[in-house]
């Protein structure tokens, strides 16, 4: 089947770094998504890899390993702002044809303390 | 500027009304897509809508019903048979376009959601 795993929260000190990881499973992977949201509002895409390694973006990366089902979303120099949820989203190319149909995972709550 | 709107951004209904949200985007997307997301629940998908006057069922399209009779718009009608409709409810679109090859993204932009409450 398709699933999606994540931490539910993690708790981290500004001006830290911070890893949050993903894994998943699902037989037509086809890219992954790093999405923030903040509560109450709508979430904002962060970063997407469909080849292993790292993409760098910033303060935040995300890396990806396909042969083990697994992503990870690195934010550096940590500010308050940073608090919010950060989803993992995975795109799989079997569905029915629609090549932007994604399978979400449930999100982790990341909070960032003085 | 581009982007996605929904509106309201909250709205109150009497148990048994059918209600509907919209959904408008200037982002020149074919694609959109219709969330509620519940606490501890993640997203969950309704309906989408690839193109013009096409629609597909999502996860959890019972109770629901949405149109696409224009490329902008893509209305959510919360049905009286929807049995749980309190929910946080999130309209997206992205890029039909083949882009540039496998690094292509495609990724969803998202309006500022409608907090809908039912009581």
């Known amino acids: 089947g398709q699933n999606i795993d994540q931490p539910t929260e993690m708790t981290a000190t500004e001006g830290a770094i911070v890893q949050i990881n993903c894994t998943y499973q699902?037989?037509?992977?086809?890219?992954l998504f790093w999405y923030q949201q903040h509560a109450g509002e709508a979430p904002t895409f962060l970063s997407y890899n469909v080849l292993d390694g790292l993409e760098e973006k910033g303060r935040f990366s995300s890396f990806l390993s396909r042969s083990k089902g697994y992503s990870y979303l690195l934010l550096k120099e940590l500010q308050m702002k940073d608090s919010a949820s950060y989803l993992c989203?995975?795109?799989?190319?079997?569905?029915?044809?629609?090549?932007?149909?994604?399978?979400w995972g449930l999100g982790t709550s990341l909070a960032v303390n003085p | 500027d581009g982007g996605i709107t929904q509106s309201p951004k909250y709205l109150f209904r009497k148990e048994g009304q059918n209600v509907t949200l919209s959904c408008e985007q200037n982002?020149?997307?074919?694609?959109m897509y219709w969330y509620r997301q519940d606490p501890g629940q993640g997203l969950r998908l309704i309906y989408y809508s690839q193109i013009v006057n096409d629609f597909q069922k999502g996860d959890i399209a019972e109770g629901y019903s949405v149109s696409r009779e224009k490329k902008e718009s893509f209305p959510l009608t919360v049905t009286s048979a929807q049995k749980n409709p309190t929910a946080f409810y999130l309209c997206a679109s992205s890029s039909q376009s083949l882009g540039t090859g496998p690094k292509s993204s495609y990724e969803q932009y998202f309006g500022p959601g409608t907090r809908l409450t039912v009581t």
């Open positions: 699902t037989s037509g992977f086809n890219g």
């Open positions: 989203a995975v795109r799989d190319r079997r569905n029915a044809g629609n090549n932007r149909k994604l399978i």
């Open positions: 982002l020149n997307h074919d694609a």
